[in-house]
């Protein structure tokens, strides 16, 4: 009998969090659901601990594959499972106990529906919450749409996937997201292309093609810690900038077949490019004087919008990517493409 719910956990070297890790899972309220491990040739000893645990748990199987990075091990997973429902556990991280269950239940309740979403706790190695927390800071919930955050709601298409030009994220990790198998079908797998950060590309297509139930009573980690392939160092770096920029057009792309005409020929996606490229340009002066004399250049000779922005900066107004949800979702209702959100759930 198909399972209703494949759980996968990729993993290479991360022996000190596998405990917990599949502790949290076999210790899920729901049952109903095939185990799958894909470990990178592991030389840790966490293949040795995985075998060992997969010898008491007729649930469990596993495949060794070559190490070529998170998203072509997530991608095996997905390939060589069968459940309606898909859960990256990635192997450092945890979650509630009801957490599998909880999501489950939105998807079934509603059809419509290819993402369950939940809230993120960010901890450290050991298991200590760190704060100030990366979720929902760096996140369009922070300051733009906080009033969502512990209020189940679902978000239609393609709100989500046009929150993404603000260059935030609107999920965090993977771990958040139960998925739909069939919506793989329609977005395709987990892209490579832009290194550890392209995960943002497929949530991007996710969103603008795939309505998402928020369930705010249950929780996935993050956990960040030394072993971790994640990156911050270069997050304004002019590479990282330049591959948002890529992952942006490639998603709308990419998505669409799927998209309202009123969507593909938005204004958004030139006004948000030029809006981007403002802030990562003021972001790279060091100086508040190099700043200054960089913004009143942009009165001159910038965009229209970008003009605005630096009105509204001076006037000491909230900037464009935090009033952007709000603005977005506007959009889309007066196109009669809304409502975006929808509390009824």
Known sequence: MIPKVSICVPNLNMLPFLPERFESILCQSHTDFELFVFDSHSDDGAWEFIQRLASRDKRMRLMQGPREGPYPAWNQCVAHTTGEFVYIATSDDTMADDCIEKLLRALERNEHCDLAHCPLRVIDAANVPIVPSRWPSTTVFASDLPELINLRHIRKAPYDGLLHLTGRHVYLSVTQLLIRRTLFRKIGPFPNKWGNISDFNWEMRAGLVADTVHVPDTWASWRLHARQATNFDDLQSPERLKNLEEMIADAIRHSSPFLDPEVLDCPWTRVTHNLRTYYADLGSRRSKMDRRL????????????????????????????????????????????????????
């Open 294 to 345: 960089f913004q009143l250049g942009q009165l001159l000779v910038g965009e229209p919008e970008v003009r605005a922005e630096v009105i509204n900066a001076f006037s000491r107004e909230r900037k464009w990517p935090r009033r952007a949800p709000h603005r977005i979702r506007l959009w889309l209702e007066k196109k009669g493409l809304g409502p975006a959100i929808n509390y009824e759930t």
